[in-house]
């Protein structure tokens, strides 16, 4: 599958958007609407983590769309977390932060887990880990 959205804790409150090598934008925009029917469903805000450490191919258009990343931010959502960006897919998201919002930057889905892990209470476990 191109895009996975799955929550990635018990509680609801970290939702794991995972790419494969290549997407379209319509399956982005598929995933970005589950995504936020995801978020809608936890009383609180919920964590989005993106991970894109498999990203190998980027669809055309990639500046054209930051209008509408920048109009659907998912509600009740804390600032979210970007995984495994390099090279060209890493550059495009700093000029994104710096235009529309802010995110974190790390380099591996653990670092990301961990830094969950310190800064709120709960549980930040990937899925399929053993409780």
């Not at 890493?90 to 235009?99: C, K, V």
């Not at 887990?113 to 053993?130: I, T, W």
Request: with cysteine.
């Amino acid at each position: 599958m191109p895009i996975e959205v799955d929550w990635a804790d018990e509680a609801h409150t970290i939702i794991l958007f995972t790419f494969g090598e290549a997407f379209t934008w319509d399956e982005y925009w598929q995933a970005a609407y589950r995504r936020d029917e995801m978020v809608t469903q936890v009383p609180g805000e919920a964590v989005v983590i993106y991970d894109v450490t498999r990203l190998k191919r980027l669809p055309a258009n990639v500046l054209a769309q930051y209008p509408r990343f920048a109009a659907q931010p998912p509600a009740r959502a804390y600032a979210p977390m970007v995984v495994g960006a390099t090279g060209y897919t890493r550059s495009l998201a700093e000029i994104y932060a710096r235009m529309y919002r802010t995110f974190t930057m790390h380099e591996t889905p653990d670092e990301a887990f961990e830094v969950l892990k310190n800064r709120c209470s709960g549980d930040a476990r990937r899925p399929g880990d053993a409780p």
